[in-house]
């Protein structure tokens, strides 16, 4: 039945756990639009961009010395990391972006009868690389109000999963973890499972759990994943870290990741960056305006909108979010529609300068004007 058809002979050869993976989904791609301007605002990116010092060094840097391997082992970002932190580095691991850091905890711990227990809605990969190790997933909804439903989430954890994986401040939702839910979350945990914090937005936060003091006073195993994609605003260069209850989960990690999986610009660009925490405020102050802003806008025209910490905003549209979707696009704006179970009406978009928030309000009412017409 395969020798006729190539495809068929592939697809034969591909793990049953592996055909059967959703695609990630980047939302549209900005250089297939027609429209004469394209506001990107699908991936929550910095709107005010880089670090100037990072700016400033990797055009000094130039591209001299890529002829070179990368150091391996990170050993100068994760000095200064550590150092600031009061970690020890050999507790930190650098990623190919931090969500290669979430691949290798499922590549390393992830066995096919294992659990791993989540959140609905929740970032994709956070179910769809455990999904790759053949394990099973769990999803705990949430509250209808976007808080935490933590019995729910006891009931989830009763039989013990091998790993817990959250994000805080949560994608898509905005919404962080207070210091009450993130102990109660511990506590319902067993001793024995991973807690996985996902913190891409950690510096966007202005109220919520210190997940590294809350888990740094734990015996527990767990691991708190962080980036230079967002706050940074060096989402192109691909650099993230983790920091690990201990030194042997990162050993674990080194194992499996391929040896130069973080080159040389990043690691150099993401000291620069780090040392300019002033880009980081700018940032987070800039975000923190435009949050308020478009949040009273939306919900001034009657749009439902979840309690953000974040640099974007989760949106409930009220119908098929997908042709929500379609009509931004024809104003040249480009945001993600949900598409899990409940979330099908919802919308999330990323926080642009001013006009460009602006710009996706009164499109946003343009579309729903439309769609109900
Ligand atoms: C953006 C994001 C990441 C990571 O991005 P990298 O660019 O790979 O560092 C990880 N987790 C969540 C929840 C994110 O939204």
Redesign the pocket.
Known sequence: MHQDNPAHRIEALVRPSVRRLPLYDPGADPRKLGTPTVTKLS??ENPLGMSPAAAAMLARQGGAGLERYPDPSGRALRQLIGGQLDIDPARIIL????????ELLCLALLDPQDRVVTQQPC?S??ESLPLMMGAQVDKVPLNDDFSLNLPAWAAALQPPAKMLML?TP???VGTALSPVELTELVAAAHPDTLLVI?E??FEFVEDGADALAILGAQTRPWII??????AYGL?GL???YGIASHPSLIDALHRVRTPYNVNQPAQEAAQAAWLDQAHVVRSREFITIERQRLTQGLQAAGFRVAPSQ?NFLFIDTARNALEVVEELLKDGIIVKAWREPGYTGFIRVSLGLAEQNQAFLASLQRAVAALAG
């Open positions: 991936n929550c990623g190919n972006g931090s969500e290669n850091i979430l970032f990969l956070h994000s949560c994608n898509p996902d891409a937005y994943l962080r980036t230079f994609s967002k989402a691909r650099i993230g974040a």
